[in-house]
């Protein structure tokens, strides 16, 4: 271990000289560099990982000088690696192997009021640590000869990260003014590495919230699914629901918050109950549509809430509502309108379904949710079990005990009827040329009949059975197979 003295003090740290000459592509650059005559620096987010031992594929140079004819003459040594160029941001790209290496001249950057394309001009190593969005993240590594190996670290970004701290480098209120995306990066790097946001800081994202809204919706809900990918994704939320932020983009799961009384009787909080459901589906899985499930799962309760004297607060149909809501969310939150957005409004409309059954279990009632959920099935138990979140362990341990016995009875059924994924045995094809009919509304109706008595089990799953059944409705409606 050496001493590393930076900032008027001194750290006891690893040697990162012998840590960074683990990869060759560090002597590439280096050497690159060395011929082009600039300085060059690693920067940022491999530099801050490294210090905290985690993994990162992802490697950012900084050079005094042409950051794309540094690239060019990298890519050079790699083999005539090719070179992705982003002349309007005077960077550029290269993948080598499994790493990504991103080159980019240093300089500084300034931004008008109305606007997040920043005035670029060219700068020195201090410019370009300054102009960075955090301490963690302006830390740099130089790659020159003189120094190799050497941390650069002007505003005790180590220190922070021993304080496990997020802490601007410069002025909070100018860092957000001048790109306000640095606000939810704040956040989810609270959220990932489970740090503390600094008191300044923090204060400064509550006064300059508001300008967030000129920020695409795309880059803000890119930031978002990584703080609901973070281990304990509430930690994120609460800051981003103390801080003013998740009303400008979310309304809907701000609506969630806030307690009621009539009568002396109160409902819960279901924004945090909704925040407890997500961080309990987080412990069983890291898909991130299940996490969008938990988050939406009980989205349309604020619309849905009444006050019965009989029956105290409820939310009735609030299942049925939310998955209506789930695709103009998505839309809006520019959220992939396909089969993801499709698995999520299934769970949002399925969610309380197993909670009934688990106070009766019915093969039918089985069959029918079996049909429903589908594929989706086990997704749905691991987001009713998370939904419970009573603070009456009996009553917890009473539900996860019903649904044991849920599952395992989804199991006899589907073993038995085979409903999961169900397709008809026989087919409207077959319907239309048995009795030689069109396409129309008796087809579909002899094939619903069909499937409601699989469904209630006065039939089996079985092609025979089926059979035998579809002849029995169509002499009921008058149909006579044509070969007769």
């Not at 002007?154 to 220190?159: C, W």
């Not at 509430?234 to 983009?249: D, E, N």
């Amino acid at each position: 271990m050496r001493l590393i003295t930076f900032a008027g003090c001194i750290v006891p740290y690893m040697n990162l000289a012998d840590e960074i000459r683990s990869s060759p592509v560090f002597d590439i650059v280096s050497a690159a560099a060395a011929q082009a005559g600039v300085e060059t620096y690693v920067v940022g987010g491999y530099v801050r990982d490294l210090l905290l031992h985690r993994p990162n594929k992802d490697i950012d140079f900084v050079c005094v000088g042409s950051g794309i004819e540094l690239a060019q003459a990298v890519a050079s040594r790699l083999g005539h690696a090719p070179v992705t160029v982003f002349r309007n941001f005077g960077t550029a790209m290269i993948r080598f192997e499994d790493l990504e290496l991103e080159f980019v001249g240093a300089r500084k950057e300034s931004y008008r009021a109305d606007s997040r394309k920043p005035i670029v001009e060219d700068g020195t190593l201090q410019d370009d640590q300054l102009r960075r969005d955090f301490t963690i993240n302006a830390m740099a590594i130089s790659l020159n000869r003189s120094d190799w190996g050497q941390l650069v670290d002007p505003f005790d970004g180590v220190g922070d990260l021993k304080r496990k701290m997020i802490r601007t480098p410069n002025d909070p209120a100018l860092t957000f003014s001048d790109d306000p995306l640095r606000m939810m990066r704040a956040v989810r790097f609270a959220s990932q590495l489970q740090f503390d946001i600094d008191a300044d800081t923090y204060e400064g994202i509550i006064k300059q919230a508001d300008r967030l809204k000129i920020v695409s919706m795309e880059r803000i809900i890119d930031e978002t699914n990584k703080i609901i990918l973070s281990r304990v994704p509430s930690y994120g939320f609460r800051m981003l629901f103390q801080t003013g932020l998740l009303k400008l983009y979310f309304p809907e799961m701000v609506a969630l918050h806030g307690v009621e009384y009539v009568g002396g009787n109160a409902h819960k909080d279901n924004f945090f109950h909704t925040l407890q459901v997500l961080d309990n589906v987080s412990k069983m899985s890291d898909d991130l549509w299940l996490r969008w499930a938990a988050i939406l799962h009980d989205i349309a309760k604020p619309v849905t809430k009444r006050y019965d004297p009989k029956q105290g607060w409820t939310f009735h149909g609030h299942e049925e509502r939310g998955a209506r809501m789930t695709p103009g969310i998505f839309r809006r939150l520019k959220l992939p309108m396909n089969e993801h957005m499709n698995f999520v409004q299934t769970l949002v409309r399925l969610h309380l379904r197993p909670i009934a059954l688990a106070k009766e279990v019915t093969d039918s009632a089985i069959r029918r949710l079996l049909f429903e959920a589908g594929d989706y099935t086990d997704a749905l138990m691991k987001l009713c079990k998370a939904d419970i979140t009573s603070k009456n362990t009996e009553k917890v341990s009473r539900y996860l005990r019903n649904f044991e016995e849920v599952e395992r009875k989804m199991l006899e059924v589907e073993d038995k009827d085979r409903i999961r994924n169900f397709q008809p045995p026989v087919s409207g094809e077959e319907i239309m040329q048995l009795f030689a009919i069109p396409p129309s509304r008796t087809v579909g109706e002899i094939k619903d009949e069909i499937r409601e008595s699989i469904l209630e089990g006065t039939i089996r799953n079985d092609r025979q059975e089926a059979w035998t059944l579809m002849l029995a409705i169509a002499a009921r409606k008058g149909l006579v197979p044509k070969n007769s």
